[in-house]
């Protein structure tokens, strides 16, 4: 059974930096691609990493290359989100996704999704 669980969101002011965590079970990040998704009120989700084979293609959304960087530990089986340069706009629902078709990212190519985890950035 795939599960995804993700930790690390919060309240933080502009600028500041926070990092998410999440972690996978019931598959292998060389079998799935893996990333992050986000939600904010009254708009669609949208990708904003992603990340595919262990780390050897990486996929950003244009709002957030240079400030955000997506990783992986393979022994733990974690993926991780580092937003550095937080901006209110980046305020959503954050969601980890994986999927055996997934790509670039594109919502719909993903089939597993956790709970979410909020972030909320003051101005």
């Known amino acids: 059974e795939v599960r995804l669980v993700e930790s690390g969101g919060g309240l933080v002011q502009a600028g500041g930096s926070l990092r998410l965590s999440c972690a996978a079970s019931?598959?292998?990040?060389?079998?799935?691609?893996i990333g992050w998704f986000r939600q904010a009120p009254g708009k669609e989700r949208e990708g904003v990493s992603t990340i595919r084979n262990s780390g050897g293609h990486t996929y950003y959304a244009h709002s957030v290359k240079g400030r955000f960087t997506i990783s992986v530990d393979n022994a733990k089986n974690t993926l991780y989100l580092q937003m550095n340069s937080l901006k209110p706009e980046d305020t959503a629902v954050y969601y980890c996704?994986?999927?055996?078709?997934?790509?670039?990212?594109?919502?719909?190519?993903?089939?597993?999704w956790g709970q979410g985890t909020q972030v909320t950035v003051s101005s």
């Open positions: 996704a994986a999927g055996a078709q997934g790509s670039y990212l594109a919502t719909m190519t993903y089939d597993y």
């Open positions: 019931g598959f292998t990040f060389d079998e799935y691609a």
